[in-house]
């Protein structure tokens, strides 16, 4: 049986009918069509469904949508105004980190959720939390040295 | 079928490569696609500068049979030296005809001329005059090959400088920029029903089931090929799963057990690929190697994905295909229709390291489309089915043996290798070679595909020829039709293997003579781009300072197909309970740089993914059923197991474009197996390199 869910995605609350059991990455990318959430794996194995819950990272491809509807969700298009990127965006962009870019969001979410809760971390802790996410076109030593750069402005605030 | 045709057959005049639109902006066509590799940022650089404008001004459209520009396939590292050539030729030629046009309506020599942005200056001072006030004068219908006048190395003033990736900023903020994004008016969604392993074929279905299954809108069902349409994504992954367990499949017949070993014992038919002075007699080798890696996955992140509809007059396939046109040509054929009423339209996918799943998902949509005419139906592969549905890499064998003489000069050098095809692309219908094209009611089977020759670039045998100063050489080859697995290009093909062998090999012998590999790499190279790029990487990683007895480095160097990018590696690891992988530093010689950072940084994936197939990957296999379905099961390099990278180009501005995509693979892997040999003495000659053969090698 569908039921109604307000879900509040990126500060705005907003209805969604749908199975309770339908994983979030779905609801996201067809409901809302919110498509910077990708689907991976399906098994919380790869990270590309990544988005932050209450401040925390999870797999938004094994969250079934009845579990967050009194969460706050955010997506990779809730960092970022039309004229200011994320910092950990921004650092992308200058270390050019990236080839495909598929994995990127997930990666994003992570880093975001792990740097703002962990603000003195050293670049392998970001690497350690960062193990959930796959990326098969090489980036990562890239995507570090963005990741540290971020971590470093973020620490000395 | 050439899947390199030359850009100017399919496309000759400027008018098939450029249109200047009369907003200011420059619509560019391009017949090579973004896999991930940053080409179309090189080649909007390229064309920027050729027709002196600011690159923000290029739209890009690249791999859609509605243009003209045939670019055949999208592989071989050959975008830049092919169609980044023509495409050069093509820029120039448009700023000679605009020129042309703008010296006769100012009644002045093109010498007097100059382009800013695309508006002409007479003598440095402004005209009114521009691509974009002339576009409906400017007649474009003109070949390329008659008006070309590309820039001498010296006007250069774009290339050759880091430009910004132009899709970045798209990827970052998570704008739909890829073909899984894509959603048309009224799409459906569908999922495969594959059976259990590649030769198993349907026996029944039990359909009155199927009618009771919530949310089915329909069963398509052609022969064995089965899928499922629902309105919703998820919906459409559930009741594939309710499906399939309302069929029967017939049981593969059982396998081989270790694939390795069987390829190990083979003997076929042997191809001379090269022999050069005289063949190696057996008792004269004293130097030799047998080297194997296992069956590979592409294992992109994001899983295999189409769209397509049954319009009224055509068919449109929506595709992440490296080979839109022969993907055209082999739907075609599949459907029995003219070509000319198939759209394929390209879409960047995940990352492509060769031949993937993504043709075959392409006529998935368009068989379970066909069921249900004008409405656009999306196909997303699960996990399982990219891993263990796609091509695999194929598992090889290499040889290598050596008879160096008392000088310690190796006078012989000699390749045996044993592989499955490793090209089996779509081509038309001369090969279909789409995967659900077998499993039809009426099959359209392929012909065993022909492991291409060295002499065009090689396949099994790529890089199997040393390009050391060795007077006598020989390259030969095996192939294997038949194991079970489906096997086609990835990244390197042969090269990975033949790099490895014959890299290992060398320092084994350098190590024998207690010789430095470096000094005895240089030794046996007179080519100073050779010697270019190994006393760079020497440099650059502080070769000559002792290992301090915790850390060890090694080298290793090779050409891609010895016709590409020159590139030399030095790995430095740590050996404890695992190979940890340190600093990992490469020179490369890619002649002309367009975008140097681009070139960087595909070494430096290269490095990564090439450390993850030399360390983790292997495709494990129950009888014929691929028991790799998922990143429990095929693991692949994650973040904490990542050396950090350093990459330095050795630039050559007045040399031709050399390819880089695939330039690492094969030095790494062999530049960590000779680090691993200097730290403990052991030479592994299985990929990948595992505990267990360390632990089983230290023991012997």
Redesign the interface.
Known sequence: MTEIFNLNINGTNQDVECDPDTPLVYVLRNDLKLKGTKFGCGDGLCGACTVISDGKAIFSCDTPVWSIKDKKIQTIEGISTSSKLHPIQESLIDEQGGQCGYCLSGIIMRAKAFIENNPNSSISDIANDLDRNLCRCGSQSRILRALEKVGIIEASK | MNMFPNSFISAPNIADWFKFTDNGKVEMISGKVE????INTAFVQIAAEELDIDPSRIDLTAGDTRTKLDGGCTSGSLSMQTEGLSLRKAASAARVVMLEKASELLQSNAGELSIKDGEVFLNGNTTNISYWSLSDALDLNKKVESYMNPKKPNERKLVGK?L??I???F????????I??L?LDNMLHARIVRPPSQSSRLISIDKDSTLKIKGLIKLVQDGSFIAVICK????S?KVAEQVKKLCKWSKAPKAVADPIVYIKNFNGEIQTGLLKGEALNNDKINFSTEVSRQYLCH?????CCAIACWNKNNLEVHTHSQSVFPLQRSLAAVFKVDENTIDVIHH??????GHNGSDDVALDAALVAKAIPEIPVRV?W??EDELSWSPLAPAMVTQASAYVNNDGKIENMSLMIKSPPHVKRPVGAAAVNLLSADYLLEPILSPNPIDTALDKGGAADRNSVPLYDIPNLTSQKQIIYDLPWRTSAMRGLGAFVNVYAIETLMDDIASELNLDPVQFRLSHSSDTRIQGVIENVAKLSDWNKKDDGNTFKGIAFSRYKNSGAYCAVVVEIKVDEDIELINVWASVDAGECINP?GII??I??????SA?CTLIEKVNFENEEIQSK???TYP?????Q????FVNIVSHPDLPFLGVGEAAHGPTAAAISNALRKALGIRIKSIPITRDDIVAALNE
């Open positions: 896999i991930g590799q940053g880091k910004n990736r899709d970045l900023p990827k970052v903020t998570g704008k739909p920029i890829f899984h994004d959603e919703r994504e998820e919906v992954v294992a992109s992140i994001g899983p960047q996918g995940s990352g492509c390291y997303q699960s996990r950072d940084n595909q430096e994936g290269g490095i990564i993914q993850s998922d990143w429990e692949i390099i994650k973040f904490n990542v050396p950090r990278t």
